[in-house]
């Protein structure tokens, strides 16, 4: 089968990798196992109690998704995820494609989202056209419709577009939140611990360790609890 490119690696405090799949595995059937679990707590544990490899669930310190290189010179791939329960309507390649032709008509949403492929050789005339059509208050939908059409044809296309809308209204929201809190009379620091608060409980995905320097107290990783 064609993109069977990707494994499921869990990265261990101490440096250590192991690798979930003896063989590797579609970026579609990535998202199908992984997004049967809650959080990767969940994942890592019954990873552990089907592979019974020796190890402890506080000895991982994340779960990434890696792809092989083409060629034996290049370094593995960091993919975005593991996606878990809550992003399963990544699987619905119709839903997703459905979501992204409202989007489409919020400018502001095509604008962060035509950056990522400004930078891709095959995408980038079609990005810069779409750019110049929104400065120049022109009709765009057109070449945001054949651009969309390309990334469709393939299930990370649809993936990678997933994302990007995920990622849009996560912002938005945090926007909204600030805003609210700035009635209040709330101190920075508490203002950050708050956008902490909520990431972990709705977009834990998008916290990194590097997020709790100094507020430790607060982490969800596992590095960061007490023994």
Same mark, same amino acid.
Do not use: W
């Given at each position: 089968?064609?993109?069977?490119?990707?494994?499921?690696?869990?990265?261990?405090?101490?440096?250590?990798?192991?690798?979930? *799949? @003896? %063989?590797p595995?579609?970026?579609?059937? /990535? #998202?199908?196992?992984?997004? !049967?679990? +809650?959080?990767?707590?969940?994942?890592?544990?019954?990873?552990?109690?089907?592979?019974?490899?020796?190890?402890?669930?506080?000895?991982?310190?994340?779960?990434?998704?890696?792809m092989?290189?083409?060629?034996?010179?290049e370094?593995?791939?960091?993919?975005?995820?593991p996606? *878990? @329960? %809550?992003?399963?309507?990544?699987?619905? /390649? #119709?839903?997703?494609?459905? !979501?992204? +032709?409202?989007?489409?008509?919020?400018?502001?949403?095509?604008?962060?989202?035509?950056?990522?492929?400004?930078?891709?050789?095959?995408?980038?005339?079609?990005?810069?056209?779409?750019?110049?059509?929104?400065?120049?208050?022109?009709?765009?939908?057109?070449?945001?419709?054949?651009?969309?059409?390309?990334?469709?044809?393939?299930?990370?296309?649809?993936?990678?577009?997933?994302?990007?809308?995920?990622?849009?209204?996560?912002?938005?929201?945090?926007?909204?939140?600030?805003?609210?809190?700035s009635?209040?009379?709330?101190?920075?620091?508490?203002k950050?611990?708050m956008?902490?608060?909520?990431?972990?409980?709705?977009?834990?995905?998008?916290?990194?360790?590097?997020?709790?320097?100094?507020?430790?107290?607060l982490?969800?990783?596992?590095?960061?609890?007490?023994?």
């Amino acid at each position: 089968m064609r993109g069977e490119n990707y494994y499921l690696i869990l990265v261990m405090k101490s440096g250590q990798l192991y690798r979930v *799949y @003896r %063989k590797p595995i579609t970026l579609r059937m /990535m #998202d199908e196992r992984t997004t !049967k679990y +809650e959080n990767k707590d969940e994942l890592v544990r019954t990873i552990i109690a089907n592979t019974g490899v020796p190890i402890r669930i506080s000895d991982v310190l994340s779960v990434k998704i890696m792809m092989q290189p083409n060629k034996e010179k290049e370094v593995y791939k960091n993919e975005k995820g593991p996606l *878990y @329960r %809550k992003d399963n309507g990544v699987l619905s /390649m #119709d839903s997703v494609a459905a !979501k992204f +032709e409202l989007l489409a008509k919020d400018k502001s949403f095509v604008r962060k989202f035509i950056k990522k492929y400004k930078g891709i050789k095959n995408f980038n005339g079609i990005a810069s056209s779409i750019e110049a059509a929104l400065n120049n208050d022109e009709d765009y939908l057109e070449d945001l419709a054949c651009l969309s059409e390309k990334l469709f044809s393939t299930y990370k296309g649809s993936r990678n577009i997933y994302l990007a809308m995920r990622a849009y209204e996560q912002e938005k929201k945090m926007k909204k939140q600030k805003k609210e809190l700035s009635v209040y009379d709330v101190s920075e620091d508490e203002k950050e611990e708050m956008e902490i608060e909520y990431l972990k409980e709705h977009e834990r995905e998008l916290l990194d360790i590097d997020d709790f320097v100094g507020k430790e107290d607060l982490s969800p990783f596992d590095a960061h609890k007490k023994k």
